[in-house]
């Protein structure tokens, strides 16, 4: 099935043709028709699904299909997003797509100043992205028209919700003076997100197709047991310097350890940035520009940061700190293996991230299997691994799950990270390795007693 079957505006397909865009993505065939047709959605998909023109699509043709019956200047489609990232990319999908349509939009995110922002709303508008928070300033400070809003899109709401923006959200749709089609994208249908569905949307069409993403068929992963913060940087050098590992993004728990972990990697001759959110705008555009260029090799960045990023060619996640939050795993590892390519995800798990590491397998449905780098091995056997029981769980890790935790390790290492030589056994060998993958391991090696850990680096 073509696009043309979608009865979109003859603009915007001779466009999506430019772009080589072909054949509706599934979340594209299953929720575009019924978005056409003026009815409230909710779709369960994830980025890589191509849920961005899913909603970008139907609402560019609803702006080119007349003029706005209401009076005012304000956007007549308003799309909220959880990051500025994301509000970049559907900007860029947006200018992809209007190639051949006028059609004016804007962006009103945080991290910048607020005076273009005042003249963009003071201006007639088509079409407004916008991170919650900034666009409340603007909503207090009466700088912005709702009168014409005619499709709201929640996009990532399971994020926003993550991320506090419940508040602001409703916020904001409590502003709107008459409910417009409001379309939901999410990653999950958690309870929470189907509470603020049954609020918000009427009869909404339903569409739920996150399986095929969540199980990451095209993305083989690695594990690796590493025994301390300078086997983790030993492994991740290593795995670095293969040549099949072409672009890399690799996951910390903190700001300060992406941004040490960039600067270390960069001494080390890799052209490595960082990517957070304590960050100018500035800087995470030209950080992004310069992933998207290739000059970039490895980026080092925060799930928030780069939660959305949508980046072709990235060969390799990998988690140099597990994520906090088990679904985080699933998004993360889908950085790779984008767009029909196969990807790589791996791991570097040591002993305090047991209870994360549990959460995750336990989402998944199915167990880590441990692999080993020659020369590399971790001084843990897996069954003691597993039995390791952290006599103290890092700060801001809850003892039963379901919450956010604070996480990642100390990158610096040192008596605050540095969670070694608690074990008898086998000397380690680390740095000395030769091969990559290795296969499954066999196990042996002394006993390993609890690491203890008494930072307050996550
Ligand atoms: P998204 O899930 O919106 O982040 O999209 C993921 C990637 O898929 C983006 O690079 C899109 O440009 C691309 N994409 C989306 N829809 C299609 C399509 N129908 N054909 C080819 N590429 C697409």
């Known amino acids: 099935m073509g696009f043309s079957t979608l009865h979109l505006n003859a603009n915007l397909l001779k466009a999506l043709a430019e772009g080589n865009f072909t054949t509706p993505t599934p979340i594209q065939a299953q929720t575009i028709p019924a ?3 003026g009815k409230d959605a909710m779709a369960c998909a994830q980025t890589g699904s191509g849920k961005t023109a899913a909603f970008v699509l139907p609402a560019l043709h609803k702006i080119l299909s007349g003029p706005s019956q209401k009076r005012g200047h304000g956007p007549r489609v308003l799309i909220l997003t959880p990051t500025r990232e994301l509000a970049q990319q559907i900007t860029d999908t947006t200018r992809l797509f209007t190639k051949h349509a006028r059609i004016s939009s804007g962006v009103v995110i945080g991290g910048v100043s607020y005076g273009p922002q005042f003249r963009l709303l003071a201006n007639p508008l088509d079409m407004l992205i916008a991170t919650p928070g900034r666009l409340i300033d603007h909503l207090q400070e009466r700088k912005v028209d709702f009168n014409r809003v005619e499709m709201l899109v929640l996009d990532e709401a399971d994020r926003m919700l993550d991320m506090g923006f419940l508040k602001p959200v409703e916020k904001i749709i409590a502003a709107l003076p008459a409910k417009p089609q409001i379309l939901l994208f999410s990653a999950t249908f ?3 997100i189907e509470k603020v569905a049954a609020r918000i949307l009427q009869q909404p069409h339903r569409v739920q197709l996150a399986q095929t993403r969540q199980n990451h068929a095209d993305i083989t992963q690695h594990h690796y047991h590493v025994d301390n913060t300078e086997h983790k940087q030993a492994v991740l050098n290593h795995i670095l310097k293969q040549p099949e590992v072409t672009q890399t993004i690799i996951f910390t728990a903190t700001k300060r350890n992406a941004d040490r972990l960039a600067e270390t990697l960069e001494k080390k001759g890799f052209a490595a940035g960082a990517l957070h959110g304590d960050m100018k705008q500035n800087a995470r555009k030209r950080t992004l520009q310069a992933l998207h ?12 940061a780069a939660r959305g990023i949508d980046v072709k060619n990235i060969s390799h996640v990998v988690n140099y700190d597990l994520p906090n939050l088990p679904e985080d795993y699933t998004h993360r590892i889908g950085r790779t293996g984008r767009a029909g390519a196969s990807g790589v995800a791996i791991s570097l798990i040591s002993p305090p991230d047991l209870p ?5 397998e336990k989402r998944l449905g199915k167990p880590f299997v441990f692999q080993s780098i020659k020369g ?4 843990f056997s897996e069954a003691d691994f597993r039995k390791i029981i952290p006599t103290e769980l890092p700060p801001g890790r809850p003892k039963q799950g379901g919450q956010r935790r604070g996480g990642g390790s100390n990158y610096s290492g040192g008596p605050r990270g540095n969670f070694s030589g608690q074990r008898s056994g086998r000397a380690p060998n680390h ?7 290795g296969g499954n391991r066999s196990f042996g090696g002394g006993r390993p007693q609890a690491p203890r850990r008494s930072s307050t680096s996550r």
């Open 293 to 304: 260029n290739n000059q970039l090799k490895v980026l080092v960045a925060t799930d928030v």
């Open 376 to 379: 590399l091995e971790s001084t």
């Open 431 to 437: 740095g000395k390795g030769a091969g990559f993958g």
């Open 356 to 360: 994360v590491l549990r959460d995750i």
């Open 35 to 37: 978005i056409l047709q």
């Open 190 to 192: 958690s309870p929470e």
